[in-house]
């Protein structure tokens, strides 16, 4: 059992930085896959980037390479998504995901553990 709280959200400007950052209870966290959906008013659920339980390999949505980042740390249990040069289009509710398997998975049906959400609103 994984429990996943997000948070960094907030406003920021286009061409601004942010850093989310998702906090896991569990003693099994360093065994999970972790990934990070997006979700805009109107639109499905998508994804965005997801990294492999050891750090060695990670994975981004287009939208996502080049301009965001994630990384974890298993001492600490987190899982973080920087995000530079930030677009109107990336505002959405950012969602922290887990799953045991592969880190390979962009449906968002494969991930058995969800965070509540964390606001990101970029302006123009």
């Known amino acids: 059992q994984v429990q996943l709280v997000e948070s960094g959200g907030g406003l920021v400007q286009a061409g601004g930085s942010l850093r989310l950052s998702c906090a896991a209870s569990?003693?099994?966290?360093?065994?999970?896959?972790m990934a990070w959906f997006r979700q805009s008013p109107g639109k499905a659920r998508e994804f965005v980037a997801s990294?492999?339980?050891?750090?060695?390999?990670?994975y981004y949505a287009d939208s996502a390479k080049g301009r965001f980042t994630i990384s974890r740390d298993n001492a600490k249990n987190t899982v973080d998504l920087q995000m530079n040069s930030l677009k109107p289009e990336d505002t959405a509710v950012y969602y922290c995901?887990?799953?045991?398997?592969?880190?390979?998975?962009?449906?968002?049906?494969?991930?058995?553990?969800w965070g509540q959400g964390t606001r990101v609103t970029v302006s123009s």
């Open positions: 995901a887990a799953r045991s398997g592969s880190y390979y998975q962009t449906g968002g049906g494969s991930y058995n553990y």
């Open positions: 569990g003693r099994t966290f360093s065994s999970y896959a």
């Open positions: 990294i492999s339980w050891s750090s060695g390999s990670t």
